[in-house]
C-alpha cells in the first residue's frame, strides 16, 4: 500500500508568519511520530500521537509550536511566528500497535521548511 | 532513559572495501535497536532491526548487524561497499514501550571508486 506522504514537500516563509505541515500515515497505523532534521542537530523528536491523543509532546521547541491529529489518521503540524531557527526539514513516521515497543517506524519524504 | 551514540560522523571507504559502521547504545531496559539509512532529500528507510531472538540481524542491501549486549554495540557491517550504499545511516534504540525511537547523530558514508 501507500507509504508515509507529508505535504508540502516544499515550503519557504517569512519570518513571522504561522505555516502547517500535513502527514498522511499508512493506513491502519494508529502511532504517529513527527521529528526534526537540521544541520547540526541531527534527528529531534518532537512529538508522539497515539491514536488521536498525544502521550509525549516533549520534544516540543516552544509553545509556538502545536500538532493534532483526527479521526485518527491525518496530523498537521503547526508552527505559529516562524522564526529562522526553525528552518529544517521536518520528518513524519507511523506505525502499527501490534506488537508494541519492536514496531518499525515507517518515515516520510519529509516537508523543508525555509524561514527567511 | 535510552540513548546512542555513532562513533565518526563521516566514513569513507573504497568500492568493494567493507564496511563497518559504529553504534553504542545506552538503555535501562532490554533495548530494541534499528538501523536507518537515508538517500539524498528522502526520509529514512529502515535497513534491519534487532527485537528478540539470533543476535545476528540480517537486512537489505546485504547489510547486517549484531547485538552484542556485552560490549551495549550494535555495529553495522557489508562485506562489499557498492556506490549505491553512499547515504547517511542513523542507529537508533528504542525501550520496552511504544514511543519515540533516540538516534544517533548519524554516519555520512562515501563511497569511492
Known amino acids: 500500500g501507500a507509504g508515509v506522504s507529508q505535504s508540502p514537500s516544499n515550503k519557504v516563509t517569512e519570518k513571522g508568519k504561522d505555516v502547517e505541515l500535513r502527514c498522511d500515515p499508512i493506513s491502519g497505523h494508529t502511532a504517529l511520530y513527527w521529528y526534526r532534521q537540521s544541520l547540526g542537530q541531527g534527528l529531534e523528536f518532537l512529538i508522539y500521537?497515539?491514536?488521536?491523543?498525544?502521550?509525549?509532546k516533549s520534544g516540543l521547541p516552544s509553545d509556538r509550536f502545536s500538532a493534532e491529529r483526527t479521526g485518527g489518521s491525518v496530523s498537521t503540524l503547526t508552527i505559529q511566528r516562524t522564526q529562522q531557527e526553525d528552518s529544517a526539514v521536518y520528518l513524519c513516521?507511523?506505525?502499527?500497535?501490534?506488537?508494541?515497543?519492536?514496531?518499525?517506524?515507517?518515515f516520510g519524504p519529509g516537508t523543508r521548511l525555509l524561514v527567511l | 532513559a535510552q540513548s546512542v551514540t555513532q562513533l565518526g560522523s563521516h566514513v569513507s571507504v573504497s568500492e568493494g572495501a567493507l564496511v563497518l559502521l559504529r553504534c553504542n547504545y545506552s538503555s535501562s531496559v532490554p533495548p530494541y535497536l534499528f538501523w536507518y539509512v537515508q538517500y539524498p532529500n528522502q526520509g529514512l528507510q529502515l535497513l534491519l532491526k534487532y527485537t528478540t531472538g539470533a543476535t545476528l540481524v540480517k537486512g537489505i542491501n546485504g547489510f547486517e548487524a549484531e547485538f552484542k549486549k556485552s560490549e551495549t554495540s550494535f555495529h553495522l557491517t557489508k562485506p562489499s561497499a557498492h556506490m549505491s550504499d553512499a547515504a547517511e545511516y542513523f542507529c537508533a534504540v528504542r525501550g520496552s514501550t511504544l514511543g519515540r525511537l533516540y538516534f544517533g547523530r548519524g554516519t555520512q558514508l562515501t563511497v569511492w571508486p
Open positions: 500521537f497515539q491514536g488521536n491523543s498525544a502521550p509525549d
Open positions: 513516521a507511523s506505525s502499527s500497535v501490534l506488537r508494541g515497543a519492536q514496531e518499525t517506524q515507517y
